[in-house]
């Protein structure tokens, strides 16, 4: 990096802060490349490396990974050993993210011998907490927590408080997974008490997101879904898309569990947007698994049985355990519901010996549940027995590994609280004294504060008063104008409609008439054939012209049959006569709307059509419409070249003001993703009948 970092905040932050599209201007990317390109190896270069590495992290795996090791190489040959460990930790980072875990743990434990062998325990404790996070996800549990002690007493000591809050959400997760959630929700409440404290914002919505799936886990559904919202919110507001992935495939996952299965395909294929958008393979195919489990739910298996094949095929390539055990056991639910007790008790098999490989006790209940079931269906008593003698051995085994853990919780606690105990006595002795001497000048102080209070307090009512007369006029002036627009554009609707009327009507019928007295000149003069014929093309051509402007202007679809049946006639043209690859999946209600809402709706889809067509030089547009309980939703995706969001609001342009002044017209709301090369994502939700908490 172009500095040596010395904190250990930003030691602890750089691999928490995910990014959804590049962080830095073009310019400064291009500047680190000249850097990286010098022919002399030097610290500078080493460092510019690093930095690369970095920003091509959550964009480019390979890329990242090749900076990495051409930085540690460079490194290692001028004797720079802190850009040995920096490059090193790079590469640990990158490998994490995309899945390859056993190969990040072996990078991250190169990463603290280096900084143990310079004595830089602000870096070995980043360290610490990397591969704590790595084995945790990738394989060993038990062995994370150890790891994320010796980081908590390093930062203890630095007495480095944002440090703590994010070694505090890494022990939430660790005994939310083995689990003991009643530890996992003390340890995210007191994460989130930290980050409050010190206004560390931006890392709020993850870690109150971790406390929504504990509760979910406890089965209490009103907290879960509480703080799974007030974590979206958090994340919706620091832009954090790589969270909202997460926070959306757990409401899914939520919506699921209470019966509302329309609700959490909705937030599954939400999530489906972003994690392809932001490059997440893992992330994706395990709400691809989430949504199998779905699918399986509803009765439909061939999908369900898809979904699975899917994220089998991608957790093979990673060699995820977890991910593998998942889709065998939901393959071998879905061949038990179709009848196939062979295949389905070969894939619950395979599933549990791997689950007794890595000792996941958790895992082997559920999967002995699902062979018990599958024997039982099949009629084979004797062995649904043996099965169910096992799965209750089991059970037992983990109630009493769960009590014991919560046993040797309580007594470390209760140790600590007899500590505290002792020490409260005596502050409680010397407070006693001064509370005596205090009691005299507490009582003066609290006339004194009441008179300055009244005082205050007449103030602040009599500038309320002009506050809010101010504001009851700036509303009715909104007002005022909000009326004036809605006159405008509806006016402006229906002179559309009017002029295509006219065009339709009047010219074409005149058109139309004029060729058929050209068609007669043609038979009763020979001599005229060719001129006339020339004529007939010209007038046919402008017959079609006065068909497509009509069309543009009120398409005849959307006025007779509704919105839904126009957008599917917008798409076909689209495939058959521009060359798109235009997908259109209508979800929920296909009902009519308002008319004046169907129109601006319509006119919302056309024209971010039209941006697609004349600038993104797109081959593959893909529009989700979810009309459910007064609410409808549109994920309008394309592949094409993308832009910068931020510039492009800033130039106001037609395009993107017209869309985002008719969708605020409609007192609905708009987030525009756009990656430079990775296509852009359009989230557009309106009110149509009775208005959700979302759209307001």
């Not at 400064?28 to 022919?39: G, K, P, T, V, Y």
């Not at 005596?436 to 007449?458: D, K």
Request: charged share 30%; hydrophobic share 35%.
């Amino acid at each position: 990096m172009g500095k040596t970092i010395t904190s250990a905040f930003a030691c602890l932050l750089m691999p928490l802060i995910m990014h959804a599209g590049p962080a830095s201007p073009d310019e400064f990317i291009d500047s680190l490349m000249a850097c990286a390109s010098q022919e002399r190896a030097s610290r500078e270069k080493v460092d510019c490396l690093i930095e690369l590495a970095y920003y091509y992290r959550d964009v480019d795996g390979d890329s990242s990974v090749m900076f990495s090791e051409k930085a540690y190489t460079i490194a290692r040959s001028i004797g720079y050993t802190v850009g040995e460990a920096e490059a090193v930790y790079k590469k640990s980072l990158t490998l994490g993210i995309t899945g390859h875990y056993k190969e990040a743990t072996k990078y991250a434990e190169l990463f603290i011998a280096i900084c143990d062998s310079i004595r830089d325990s602000v870096r070995m404790a980043k360290g610490y907490f990397n591969l704590g996070n790595l084995v945790r996800i990738g394989f060993d549990r038990e062995v994370s927590l150890d790891y994320y002690k010796r980081a908590k007493v390093i930062y203890e000591r630095l007495k480095d408080s944002t440090a703590l809050t994010v070694i505090y959400n890494g022990i939430g997760n660790y005994y939310k997974e083995i689990p003991v959630y009643d530890s996992a929700v003390t340890y995210y409440h007191k994460s989130i008490e930290y980050c409050e404290a010190i206004g560390f914002n931006s890392r709020l919505g993850r870690i109150i997101g971790n406390l929504g799936d504990t509760y979910m886990k406890l089965d209490d559904l009103e907290n879960a879904r509480k703080y799974l919202l007030i974590g979206l919110d958090h994340d919706r507001r620091n832009e954090d898309n790589v969270s909202m992935s997460v926070a959306f495939s757990r409401m899914g996952i939520l919506e699921k569990t209470d019966g509302n299965d329309h609700e959490a395909m909705k937030y599954h294929l939400l999530s489906d947007s972003l994690y392809r958008m932001t490059g997440d393979q893992s992330g994706l195919h395990d709400n691809i698994m989430n949504m199998g489990y779905l699918f399986l739910k509803q009765g439909k298996f061939d999908k369900a049985m898809e979904h699975f094949r899917k994220g089998l095929a991608h957790h093979r390539t990673q060699d995820y355990a977890d991910g593998r055990m998942s889709a065998w056991h939901g393959m071998a639910q879905v061949y038990r519901e179709i009848g196939q007790t062979g295949k389905s008790l070969l894939y619950a098999d395979s599933s549990l010996t791997m689950a007794r490989s890595t000792n996941n006790l958790y895992r082997q209940k559920a999967i002995l549940q699902t062979i018990y079931l599958t024997h039982l269906r099949a009629g084979n008593t004797e062995e649904a027995l043996q099965v169910f003698t096992e799965y209750h051995g089991l059970k037992d085994s983990i109630f009493s590994l769960e009590r014991t853990r919560i046993i040797n919780d309580l007594l470390l606690r209760y140790e600590k609280d007899k500590d505290r105990l002792r020490i409260l006595n005596l502050e409680k002795e010397n407070l006693e004294k001064a509370r005596q001497r205090n009691l005299m000048i507490f009582a003066a102080s609290g006339i004194l504060f009441l008179a300055l209070f009244i005082t205050l307090f007449l103030l602040y009512k009599r500038r309320k008063d002009r506050i809010i007369a101010s504001q009851k006029i700036r509303r009715l002036e909104e007002e005022k104008k909000h009326m004036a627009a809605r006159f405008l554009v509806e006016g402006q609707e229906l002179e559309r409609k009017r002029m295509a009327l006219e065009l339709h009507d009047n010219l074409g019928v005149l058109l139309t008439a004029t060729r058929l007295h050209f068609s007669e000149i043609r038979d009763k003069d020979p001599g005229s054939r060719e001129l006339v014929g020339r004529a007939e093309k010209l007038l046919e051509q402008a017959s079609t012209d006065v068909r497509k402007i009509s069309h543009n202007l009120m398409p005849g679809l959307l006025t007779k049959l509704g919105l839904f049946e126009a957008l599917e006639d917008l798409f076909e043209n689209l495939s058959e006569k521009d060359g798109f690859d235009a997908r259109l999946e209508v979800i929920g209600e296909k009902d009519r709307l308002n008319e004046n809402k169907e129109i601006m709706i319509y006119r919302i889809v056309q024209e971010l059509v039209n941006n697609t067509i004349k600038h993104a030089g797109a081959s593959v547009i893909d529009l989700t419409v979810v009309n459910q309980d007064g609410e409808l939703s549109m994920s309008y995706h394309d592949n094409g070249k993308g832009f910068d969001v931020k510039k492009m609001l800033d130039l106001k342009t037609m395009g993107l003001h017209s869309i985002q002044s008719r969708v605020e017209f409609l007192n609905g709301t708009v987030k525009i993703d756009s990656v430079k090369g990775n296509g852009t994502v359009f989230r557009i939700c309106i009110p149509v009948g009775y208005t959700p908490p979302s759209c307001k």
